[in-house]
């Protein structure tokens, strides 16, 4: 079994900083890519910002400049540190896990059952 835990979320002003973190525990082979998401009400849920097991980095254009996505390989946890946040960054973050349980095992999406940011103007 294989769980993704988030923490971080909460509320913040408009300017402010938040950062947030994932943890990927259980029976775990090797992790790929690690990921943010976000849905706000109403909405489809996006990509906010992607790592792979290299480091190498994707960012949504909303967000390119402000937020800064990480990883720990070690811990199996993925940080995103979220500056100059505004309010149309409120929303509900999701972390994902793309990974696999076993050498032999195919690769898997895993995801957290996200945390609220909500930023205030």
């Known amino acids: 079994q294989v769980q993704l835990v988030e923490s971080g979320g909460g509320l913040v002003q408009a300017g402010g900083s938040l950062r947030l973190s994932c943890s990927a525990s259980?029976?775990?082979?090797?992790?790929?890519?690690m990921g943010w998401y976000r849905q706000a009400p109403g909405k489809q849920r996006d990509l906010v910002a992607a790592?792979?097991?290299?480091?190498?980095?994707n960012y949504a254009d909303s967000v390119k400049g402000r937020f800064t996505v990480s990883r720990d390989n070690a811990k199996n946890t993925v940080y995103l540190q979220m500056n100059s946040l505004k309010p149309e960054d409120t929303a509900v973050y999701y972390c994902?896990?793309?990974?696999?349980?076993?050498?032999?095992?195919?690769?898997?999406?895993?995801w957290g059952q996200g945390t609220q940011v909500t930023v205030s103007s």
């Open positions: 994902n896990a793309n990974l696999r349980t076993a050498r032999f095992m195919p690769d898997y999406i895993y």
């Open positions: 259980g029976i775990i082979f090797s992790i790929n890519s």
């Open positions: 790592i792979s097991s290299g480091g190498t980095t």
